[in-house]
């Protein structure tokens, strides 16, 4: 059974930072897409960002682009989410994903690839249990 294990959650006050790590299994690491979902009580699920983590090639959503960055650490099979100028709009519960790579013959972008994830959660393979983040005003 696969496991992504996240930490890093935690309350901060408007303008803060906080880095969300996810620990996955080797394996999983260098043959999936790895990303950052978010859940707010009673909103749909948001891609907030995805990383390819052969190149390195990352992807945001808008609400989050400048301000969050997205990183990997091969030698350790992580992959990090670095929240500055948090808002309270971005309080929500933080879901570590991994998503296979496309077969032959598809060539989705890494914006395709995250809204899949939003849409049906089946459409990401594994998901880790979830870290809460909570910004005050």
């Known amino acids: 059974q696969v496991e992504l294990v996240e930490s890093g959650g935690g309350s901060v006050q408007a303008g803060g930072s906080l880095r969300l790590s996810c620990s996955a299994p080797l394996h999983i690491f260098l043959t999936h897409y790895m990303a950052w979902f978010r859940q707010a009580p009673g909103k749909e699920r948001e891609g907030v960002a995805i990383i390819y983590t052969s190149s390195g090639t990352t992807y945001y959503a808008d609400s989050v682009k400048g301000r969050f960055t997205i990183s990997r650490d091969k030698s350790n099979s992580t992959v990090d989410l670095r929240m500055n100028s948090l808002k309270p709009e971005d309080t929500a519960m933080y879901y570590c994903?991994?998503?296979?790579?496309?077969?032959?013959?598809?060539?989705?972008?890494?914006?395709?690839?995250?809204?899949?994830?939003?849409?049906?959660?089946?459409?990401?393979?594994?998901w880790g249990q979830g870290t809460q983040v909570t910004v005050s005003s």
């Open positions: 994903a991994a998503r296979h790579l496309p077969v032959a013959g598809e060539v989705p972008t890494l914006e395709e690839v995250l809204v899949a994830g939003t849409t049906k959660k089946r459409n990401w393979d594994y």
